[in-house]
């Protein structure tokens, strides 16, 4: 279900006060035309009604993706600790109950932290693509790369540029990069690691699970 609710913001630029709607929670299934909007970011913009300048206001979501099974919160990077022991309350608890009542399969359920991580995890889940995959992907290309280039990457996302699924590279001077998304590459990894990755859920899929799933397997093949 989608859900929403005024709060109130403050201009960047005149920092004046006033009321925006907000979307606690959009359901993609019920609510299709919502997922332009959010991989555009235009539920986080906002005109000011007093000096008509726009304001981006970013808040906590819930964004279910219904049809791909997965649950994607968007929350304050200061808040991350804290919304997993929640997520991981419920979903151990209440939810397990109802799962096993009704005979349904558990969801996939991410926290992203900023607006480029939730429209990427979007682009991944709409693709058929399995983020843990896609993260070990990108540090294979950042090997790759550091092999041939001298860059120092500050920043690292699959994404979606004139129909072509690409990586976006972004160096520490900003300056943005983009490499072809190969599919034979990601089917190998995927070959190689999927049946590995099973039970190896983590709600926070980023960088540092890829470098925590290598140490993983690396201990285990010590012991």
């Given at each position: 279900?989608?859900?929403?609710?005024?709060?109130?913001?403050?201009?960047?630029?005149?920092?004046?006060?006033?009321?925006?709607?907000?979307?606690?929670?959009?359901?993609?299934?019920?609510?299709?035309?919502?997922?332009?909007?959010?991989?555009?970011?235009?539920?986080?913009?906002?005109?000011?009604?007093?000096?008509?300048?726009?304001?981006?206001?970013?808040?906590?979501?819930?964004?279910?993706?219904?049809?791909?099974?997965?649950?994607?919160?968007?929350?304050?990077?200061?808040?991350?600790?804290?919304?997993?022991?929640?997520?991981?309350?419920?979903?151990?608890?209440?939810?397990?109950?109802?799962q096993e009542l009704?005979?349904?399969?558990?969801?996939?359920?991410?926290?992203?932290?900023?607006?480029?991580?939730?429209?990427?995890?979007i682009l991944i889940?709409?693709?058929?693509?399995?983020?843990?995959?896609?993260?070990?992907?990108?540090?294979?290309?950042?090997?790759?790369?550091?092999?041939?280039?001298?860059?120092?990457?500050?920043?690292?996302?699959?994404?979606?540029?004139?129909?072509?699924p690409i990586i976006?590279?972004?160096?520490?001077?900003?300056?943005?990069?983009?490499?072809?998304?190969?599919?034979?590459?990601?089917?190998?990894?995927?070959?190689?690691?999927?049946?590995?990755?099973?039970?190896?859920?983590?709600?926070?899929?980023?960088?540092?699970?890829?470098?925590?799933?290598?140490?993983?397997?690396?201990?285990?093949?010590?012991?």
């Amino acid at each position: 279900m989608t859900e929403k609710l005024t709060e109130k913001a403050i201009c960047g630029h005149c920092k004046e006060p006033f009321d925006v709607e907000i979307y606690t929670s959009i359901n993609t299934r019920v609510d299709p035309e919502m997922e332009l909007k959010v991989l555009n970011y235009d539920v986080f913009e906002y005109t000011c009604p007093h000096c008509g300048e726009k304001v981006k206001v970013i808040y906590d979501m819930l964004y279910h993706m219904e049809q791909e099974g997965t649950m994607i919160y968007l929350t304050d990077p200061s808040n991350v600790e804290e919304e997993i022991k929640t997520l991981d309350e419920f979903y151990n608890n209440d939810f397990k109950k109802f799962q096993e009542l009704m005979k349904i399969d558990p969801p996939r359920v991410r926290v992203v932290v900023d607006l480029v991580e939730l429209r990427e995890k979007i682009l991944i889940f709409k693709g058929g693509y399995d983020d843990r995959i896609m993260e070990l992907y990108k540090s294979l290309l950042i090997l790759q790369i550091n092999e041939r280039e001298n860059m120092e990457i500050i920043r690292m996302f699959y994404d979606i540029y004139e129909n072509k699924p690409i990586i976006v590279v972004i160096d520490k001077n900003l300056k943005e990069y983009h490499y072809d998304f190969r599919e034979e590459d990601y089917r190998e990894l995927e070959e190689q690691f999927e049946d590995k990755l099973e039970g190896f859920e983590r709600y926070v899929v980023n960088e540092n699970f890829a470098i925590e799933f290598i140490e993983d397997l690396l201990n285990k093949k010590k012991n």
